[in-house]
């Protein structure tokens, strides 16, 4: 699930990031900015006016910034949602929540600094806030296992999200994660029932709960804090049953094949609201989250204002049933192969009149839930 | 978060008559026996790895299931080619298995106690989980309470089929939100682990169980023993990720022989009233 523990944002060979936390795509943006530097320290020594010629440059380099952040390859966005400098967890709660209050407490284990819980206050809205976090400096970022989560954090979050629906309080989750932690404690601390209990509780908790991908949604470890009635992504983040570099290993026999991997897996906002994983698209400022995090937190800012104004709006059991409705069709991308390429070979001949059944009540059962545009063929019953 | 590259399964089709070495202990053991043994092996008591349909004839009453949803097939959402195309590789693995997914859900009796049953198949790409797997399950939890009956789904995955990215993730959401519905409901739910149940399928329906049973020694865990010994640099204790090893943790609640299975769901269901 989680295959790379790697840090990613300690600049390894794969993720290109440099010592000034530059990405390999963005150097001719860093050559400009420097340009400019230049040409302001001049005008400062020299007192000559070199407005035009630093206006021109600043132009260039918004037009170029443009150009490189609309058509990002999806390994690019890889790069950019783990780059160090995009705002985390901690930046959110300094600059979007107010009046925090951590709750840490798991009753059970220990405190997993990787699943960051608590009452705040966003846009006005008293919420239960519950998130991945990734840690700031080395010292956090070992504390809380560079944001993969242990059973006890899910567990964790499980315990203060129904808290939030003892006293009606919407539920906030930000995502943000390589994946739960691959380790044998959390192996033997049963992370597999973990998620699992976190998934079927969560579709039924009676209250709202938005979802926002800040940064990386990696796999089980982001779902297991992911089921809720609205599921955005911040534009440049992504979201992947595997990360590029384990699927590249498996499939392609090579790591070095990430690239071609993330085209693969779909992973980008644009190419999830496309298959309908995704509700929505938080845009990020030019050139990235990294550039602007306060823009950045506060266009997280008012979707959440907007969405936390609307699903409060709605009564709990219509909200309920909307969002088993969207769990339950949501990825439905099979059809009847009322006309099967090969004859079904039959290897047990009891089992042959079985083999036919196909039970008309549940096709149909099927049928009535698929979203509308979902490309399934119409089921043929034998 | 699949474990491993899917292998081309071998046939696990014996023809009578021969002798075959079992895979826990090397023995050369009877074909015709080790089929009475429902695979298990009398030597070592190794339970082989099960398709789908020899599962279903040791489980149920002769002839009693009663397969739906049979025709569903992969509409290959994301157009994904590594080797070879998915839309190939489907093809290939269904000529080979004869079987068009990685489960067959249905209703069955067992011990004359009718079930909604549903089966994984490791002879199918792992058993890997993608949107047919997921629609299945999910319809099975659903007929489960339309029919007010108990849901027994025998488990075996690598986990999330990665040639369907997210849209195979997920279904781990939608499958868990249809077992609370049939909490709700009040229903019965028996999981069955056999070897391997791993990473999303542990993740979800596996272990969601109101009683969780396993066969002896089955690999049931979330992350891939090779990533965890890459993560702590340090070789994995003996028993690691089995069923021993969960049942001693807590996280299941019994282990049981193949022989016992039907006996075992049977009394199961007996308790639980429906
Ligand atoms: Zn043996």
């Known amino acids: 699930m989680a295959d790379t523990i790697v840090n990613s944002s300690a600049g390894n060979g794969n993720t290109a990031v440099s010592g000034s936390g530059l990405l390999e795509f963005e150097k001719p943006l860093a050559r400009i900015e420097q340009e400019i530097a230049q040409l302001e320290a ?65 009753r059970t284990f220990g405190d997993d600094k990787a699943m960051v819980c608590g009452f705040g206050r966003i846009a006005g809205h008293k919420v239960m806030l519950v998130g991945h976090n990734k840690g700031k400096d080395t010292k956090e970022k070992i504390a809380c296992h560079f944001g993969c989560a242990h059973p006890e954090g ?76 609205r599921m955005a992504l911040l534009q440049h983040s992504f979201y992947s049953v595997i990360s590029p570099e384990g699927c590249a290993a498996i499939l392609f026999k090579t790591g070095e094949q990430a690239r071609r991997a993330a085209e693969s897996l779909h992973l980008t906002a644009n190419e999830l609201l496309k298959l309908q994983i995704i509700d929505d698209i938080i845009p990020e400022p030019l050139g990235g989250a990294h550039r602007r995090p306060d823009e950045t937190i506060q266009a997280v800012d008012q979707y959440l204002a907007k969405t936390l104004r609307e699903l409060k709006r709605v ?6 049933k909307r969002r ?22 039959i290897r047990k001949p009891k089992a042959q009149g079985a083999d036919r059944l196909a039970d008309a009540a549940s096709v149909d059962g099927a049928s009535k839930h698929r979203r509308s545009p979902a490309p399934v063929a119409a089921v043929e019953s034998v | 978060m699949p474990l491993q590259p899917a292998p081309i399964e071998k046939k696990t089709d014996i023809p009578e008559g021969v002798w075959l070495r079992c895979e826990g ?50 509409t290959d959402p994301l157009q994904f080619t ?16 004869g079987e068009k997914e990685a489960i067959l859900v249905g209703k ?45 789904l025998v488990t075996a995955s690598g986990g999330a089929r990665m040639q369907e990215g997210m849209v195979s ?31 999303g399928v542990a993740a979800s329906f596996a272990m969601l169980g109101d009683v969780i049973i396993s066969e002896p020694k089955a690999m049931v865990g979330f992350a891939g023993p090779r990533v965890i010994a890459n993560t702590i640099k340090a070789e994995l204790p003996d028993g690691f990720q089995t069923a021993e090893f969960l049942l001693e943790r807590g996280f299941i609640d019994r282990i049981v022989e193949r022989k016992e299975l039907r006996s075992e769901i049977a009394r199961l269901i007996d308790y639980c009233g429906k």
């Open chain 2, 25 to 74: 202990c090397g023995e050369m053991l009877y074909t015709r026996e080790f089929e009475e043994m429902l695979r298990v092996c009398k030597v070592c008591h190794h339970h082989h790895r099960l398709d789908a349909r020899t599962r279903i004839k040791q489980l149920v009453d002769e002839g009693t299931f009663e397969e739906f949803l049979a025709d569903l097939v992969s």
């Open chain 1, 154 to 229: 899910y567990r964790k979050s499980l315990l203060k999200m129904k808290l939030a629906e003892k006293f009606n309080l919407p539920i906030v989750c930000l995502i943000d994660t390589q994946g739960a932690y691959p380790g044998i404690g959390a192996e033997e601390r049963g992370i597999s029932q973990a998620i699992a209990v976190n998934l079927l509780e969560m579709s039924r908790l009676k209250c709202p709960i938005v979802c926002v991908v800040i940064g990386e949604g990696g796999s089980g470890g982001a779902l297991g804090i992911g089921v809720g009635d």
């Open chain 1, 42 to 106: 001049q005008q400062q020594t020299t007192g000559r006016d070199l407005s035009e010629p630093i206006g021109e440059l600043r132009n260039l380099l918004r037009g170029m910034t443009r150009e490189i952040y609309t058509k990002l390859t999806a390994w690019e966005t890889v790069q950019v949602a783990r780059h160090p400098r995009r705002p985390i967890i901690s930046d959110y709660l300094r600059f979007m929540v107010k009046d925090f209050v951590e709750l840490h407490g798991d």
């Open chain 2, 108 to 152: 069955a009796y067992i011990k004359g106690r009718g079930v909604i049953l549903g089966v994984m198949n490791p002879a199918f790409i792992m058993a890997s989980m993608g949107a047919v797997v997921g629609e299945k399950v999910t319809t099975a939890a659903e007929r489960a309470v339309e029919d007010n009956l108990p849901l027994v």
């Open chain 1, 315 to 320: 009564r709990i059991d219509t909200l309920l």
């Open chain 2, 82 to 97: 590594d080797r070879i195309p998915y839309k190939e590789r489907l093809q290939q693995i269904q000529e080979q298995s």
């Open chain 2, 169 to 199: 993730l997920v279904q781990m959401a939608k499958t868990s939100a249809a077992l609370a519905k049939l909490d709700d409901a009040g229903g019965l739910y028996i999981t069955v682990l056999t070897d391997p149940t791993t990473a």
């Open chain 1, 324 to 345: 088993y409705n969207r769990l339950r069709t949501v990825g439905s991308f099979f059809e009847s192969a009322n006309k099967p390429a090969t004859p079904p070979r």
